[in-house]
């Protein structure tokens, strides 16, 4: 069936390093994709989202890549902080019969910065 | 810009009561509103979307007599849990969107409620 997954549940690394959080998506049609951050205890967070017109976008100290011809998705954060720490969402946003788009979410990877 | 807050956000109540959970977009015009749930370590699954004025669309699986949901204006809608049981017991999260900010969803803080 239509899925969005993570290939990794938990990553762990130390602080001032690269973090890389993947995500594979399975419906081809898809055309609009976000990052979430959830602290625990809270709500989703949005970080940064991209359409499928686009193969890269950069925030702040955050970068997704999409690869549609593998539909891959990434999220890179640089100089990892403590503050880092929570669980990431990909999401894919999917429209259905003209209504807004509804949101499918992956299993979520759980990000541990190390001091 | 964009906050969306849930009241309350935790409850404890005894079975068979029912709970009512706001969601308000505090800054924008939502059009429209998801219902989420979240079981501990586990993703959001979605549970209904509402569009202001109208009838909510549930997601398969989901019964809209147990999870009442009004979408009255264009700033709050509510999720009333009926005749909760333990099982019920979960993490409400809603969000809010708006055709003037694509497609993306602005979440609110969560409801953590917890059916004895």
């Known amino acids: 069936g239509e899925s969005v997954g993570l290939h990794l549940p938990t990553l762990s690394v130390q602080e001032g390093d690269n973090s890389i959080i993947n995500c594979a998506y399975s419906n081809s049609a898809s055309d609009y994709f976000i990052w979430y951050k959830q602290e625990s205890g809270k709500g989703p967070q949005f970080i940064i989202d991209?359409?499928?017109?686009?193969d890269k976008r950069q925030g702040q100290r955050v970068t997704v890549l999409l690869n549609k011809t593998v539909k891959h998705l990434s999220l890179q954060i640089a100089a990892t902080q403590p503050g880092d720490s929570a669980v990431y969402f990909c999401a894919e946003n999917r429209n259905y019969g003209g209504s807004q788009g509804n949101l499918i979410f992956g299993k979520g990877t759980k990000l541990s910065v190390k001091p | 810009g964009a906050v969306v807050s849930q009241h309350p956000s935790r409850v404890i109540c005894k079975s068979g009561t029912s709970v009512k959970i706001e969601c308000r977009s505090l800054?924008?015009?939502?059009?429209?509103m998801f219902w989420y749930r979240q079981f501990p370590k586990k993703s959001l699954m979605l549970m209904a979307t509402s569009n202001e004025g109208s009838k909510a669309t549930y997601e398969q699986g989901v019964e809209k007599d147990k999870f009442l949901i009004n979408h009255a204006s264009l700033t709050l809608s509510t999720l009333t849990v009926t005749s909760a049981h333990p099982e019920d017991s979960s993490f409400y999260i809603c969000?809010?969107?708006?055709?003037?900010?694509?497609?993306?969803?602005?979440f609110g803080p969560g409801t953590r409620l917890t059916v004895l």
């Open positions: 991209i359409r499928s017109n686009m």
């Open positions: 800054d924008f015009q939502a059009t429209t």
């Open positions: 969000s809010a969107s708006s055709t003037g900010m694509a497609d993306t969803q602005y």
